[in-house]
């Protein structure tokens, strides 16, 4: 079952549910695909690569918005988002632990040769590949900056 039917299978009950979170998030996602099914050069469908890099842009969304209206002090717009991130993230591969993404970075670092904070390009473009959907970018990025620190 693709993502799009998973979309469309959850929406009819959020409907009868009148749950309007839930179906802001479906909504959302169900654009995205959309606008990505009909870009330019696109062939009409939609890998599932593609469909993770969608959700993770939405997540990455939400998450901002979240934390620009925490500091406006605006919890009316935080719960929406925070709603809609909820029904997002349900359809987001499990992210990985914090753990085991500094054991995957380590044996990374090591794989290129890193060193110094200079390496990081090298490590990221390889972590980034590696583990596309299992970890968001900031996440990988933080992680490539703590270790090849020493810290």
Do not use: C, W, Y
């Not at 409907?15 to 169900?30: D, S, T, V």
């Not at 696109?42 to 969304?61: C, F, H, N, P, R």
């Not at 390496?119 to 970890?135: E, N």
């Amino acid at each position: 079952m693709t993502l799009e039917e998973k979309i469309m299978s959850e929406m009819k009950p959020a409907m009868i549910a009148k749950n309007e979170g839930a179906l802001r998030g479906l909504r959302a996602i169900k654009g995205a695909i959309i606008l990505a099914k009909t870009e330019k050069g696109s062939d009409g469908t939609v890998t599932s690569e593609t469909e993770i890099k969608i959700l993770q842009k939405l997540a990455k969304q939400r998450k901002e918005s979240i934390e620009i209206f925490q500091k406006e002090n605006r919890d009316d717009l935080v719960k929406k988002e925070m709603e809609e991130l909820a029904v997002i993230e349900k359809f987001l591969p499990e992210q990985m632990s914090t753990d085991e993404l500094k054991e995957i970075i380590k044996t990374i670092i090591a794989q290129v040769g890193a060193s110094t904070p200079q390496d990081m390009g090298k490590v990221m473009g390889v972590a980034s590949k590696q583990l596309a959907g299992k970890s968001d970018g900031k996440s990988i990025s933080e992680m490539v900056k703590h270790l090849l620190s020493g810290s």
